[in-house]
């Protein structure tokens, strides 16, 4: 069990007060070396389940296990000095009862050190985000486009289109911050939808493929480092081509090692001693 306690990192209080304010920069990351690379630039670092399909290949969230999560978020506290660093809750670990959701984010926060967990779901998970949150687990809530409910909603498609289900996106957000959550990721609406959720709940709004109306920004850091490139959302801005970096790297690599420029004297380790 892990017992990285993290020091003057942003709290999540200091992550609710961001409402209205400064927008909040949140990437995802899986691993110490991610962490440590985006730490210094941004407010909060999801451990996020799409590591199933970026890391593992997976073709979507669900085969993601809490062991999983909790191996990845306990990697990425071990980089993250200052920014505040939440795990997503997996597939088939919370959405039974309150009760089961509260031991798969106990096992988080206590084996991995992180300040919080994200759960998706609007208003039929605001009894087990109001259990966790009275209970000293702080959750990010996650409404609209939910990867993990991707069958029952028929594949991944923008949200709240149609009056109808931008209601329900309205009173889910509702919803999911009267229960306690200290903020929500909307994924995947139109501005309008993500503007009214926004100016209508006290807690920040962190958009995916929601607008600049949001209270803040996340994306999968693979997807704008170029290190995914299986399929970009249109929401995905790429800031960088690092798959494409790498390959030049291998590919310089194999050409040293095939016409033996590699390793050269400086690489080799001195004449044996004379005793
Ligand atoms: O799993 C994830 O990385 C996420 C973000 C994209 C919001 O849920």
């Known amino acids: 069990m892990s017992t990285t306690i993290k020091k003057g990192g942003m709290t999540i209080p200091q992550i609710r007060a961001r409402k209205d304010a400064e927008p909040l920069v949140c990437l995802t990351a899986y691993s110490t070396p991610?962490?440590?690379?985006?730490?210094?630039?941004?407010?909060?670092?999801?451990?996020?389940?799409?590591?199933?399909?970026?890391?593992?290949?997976?073709?979507?969230?669900?085969?993601?296990?809490?062991?999983?999560?909790?191996?990845?978020?306990?990697?990425?506290?071990?980089?993250?000095?200052?920014?505040?660093?939440?795990?997503?809750?997996?597939?088939?670990?919370?959405?039974?009862?309150?009760?089961?959701?509260?031991?798969?984010?106990?096992?988080?926060?206590?084996?991995?050190?992180?300040?919080?967990?994200?759960?998706?779901?609007?208003?039929?998970?605001?009894?087990?985000?109001?259990?966790?949150?009275?209970?000293?687990?702080?959750?990010?809530?996650?409404?609209?486009?939910t990867p993990q409910s991707l069958h029952a909603d028929g594949g991944y498609r923008a949200h709240g289109r149609e009056e109808k289900e931008a209601e329900t996106m309205l009173a889910d957000a509702r919803a999911v911050a009267d229960a306690g959550a200290f903020a929500v990721v909307i994924e995947g609406t139109i501005e309008s939808v993500a503007r009214e959720i926004t100016e209508a709940v006290a807690i920040p709004t962190i958009g995916i493929g929601a607008s600049a109306a949001c209270d803040g920004q996340i994306l999968v850091t693979e997807d704008v480092t170029g290190l995914f490139t299986d399929f970009q959302p249109k929401f995905v801005k790429r800031y960088a081509e690092l798959g494409d970096e790498v390959g030049k790297a291998a590919q310089a690599f194999a050409d040293d090692v095939r016409a033996r420029r590699f390793p050269g004297p400086e690489h080799c380790f001195g004449p044996a001693k004379k005793t």
Do not use: W
Not at 34 to 57: N, Q
Not at 65 to 88: F, K, N, P, W
């Open 34 to 145: 991610m962490a440590k690379f985006l730490d210094p630039f941004v407010d909060l670092i999801l451990v996020g389940d799409s590591l199933g399909m970026v890391l593992y290949g997976m073709k979507t969230t669900l085969g993601v296990t809490l062991d999983m999560m909790i191996d990845h978020g306990t990697a990425v506290m071990r980089g993250a000095e200052r920014s505040c660093v939440i795990v997503d809750l997996p597939f088939g670990s919370y959405k039974e009862s309150p009760e089961v959701a509260y031991r798969a984010g106990a096992r988080v926060m206590a084996e991995t050190g992180a300040s919080g967990v994200k759960l998706e779901g609007g208003a039929e998970m605001a009894e087990t985000i109001a259990f966790l949150t009275t209970r000293g687990i702080p959750v990010m809530g996650h409404i609209g486009l």
